[in-house]
């Protein structure tokens, strides 16, 4: 065979061998795509389960539960907030008033004003302080109150214990903690009895209410 005749044979078997290699490629299954990340779970905001140990009624108003906070250090005693199952810290929020004791006599009188300033701790069940709060309140008419509870005996149906004040509370609670009890520390006021400061155990220091918490919640548990 000539030397053109081999280099022809040569050129003719490299295109068979580019064109079936190419065959080949074209038959390779498509490159398989990452699966899609799994969409971020939205945070909640709801109300949750609560236990108050002395539940003041409905505002006439506001149309919210207000409780009353105690004094005292044993987690067991306070107000109980139980979160729903979540993933990570969450955010725990409320309203919180001075507590009132409304006298239509003494507001007539002029003699009616008082001060109050009060502090409340939020605790874990295990007496772990995680934060305070505070709030202020004056009142001199029966316009300084933030509300009327219903449930009263007198002519209008409400009672004389009111909120005055009204703070915004916001608290982070660390991870892995399912429950807090709100538990008051001190109060200290100005009233038509005079100068007092309260750290009774079971004395009511402050009133407590809208309650909500912000949260990721759980996965879901896997169906085995």
């Not at 701790?121 to 934060?131: A, F, N, Q, T, Y």
């Not at 309140?137 to 009204?166: C, Q, Y």
């Amino acid at each position: 065979m000539s030397r053109a005749g081999r280099r022809l044979g040569l050129l003719v078997i490299v295109v068979i061998a580019l064109s079936a290699e190419a065959h080949a490629q074209s038959r390779r299954a498509p490159a398989r795509k990452p699966a899609p990340k799994p969409a971020p779970v939205a945070r909640k905001t709801t109300t949750p389960e609560s236990t108050c140990p002395s539940l003041l009624g409905m505002g006439v108003k506001t149309i919210r539960s207000f409780c009353d906070v105690p004094a005292g250090r044993d987690p067991a005693q306070g107000l109980l907030v139980t979160f729903p199952p979540h993933t990570g810290p969450l955010t725990l929020s409320f309203d919180l008033h001075a507590r009132h004791t409304y006298s239509e006599e003494l507001t007539k009188s002029g003699k009616g004003y008082a001060r109050y300033r009060a502090i409340i701790g939020v605790l874990s069940m295990k007496g772990d302080l995680i934060e305070r709060a505070a709030v202020e309140g004056e009142f001199r008419s029966a316009t300084d109150l933030f509300d009327r509870i219903g449930g009263g005996a007198g002519p209008a149906g409400v009672k004389a214990v009111a909120p005055v004040g009204h703070e915004e509370i916001y608290i982070t609670i660390p991870a892995g903690i399912d429950q807090v009890s709100l538990l008051g520390e001190t109060l200290d006021s100005i009233t038509p009895a005079g100068h007092e400061t309260v750290i009774m155990p079971g004395r009511p220091v402050a009133i407590v209410s809208n309650l909500l918490v912000e949260y990721k919640p759980a996965p879901a548990a896997r169906k085995r």
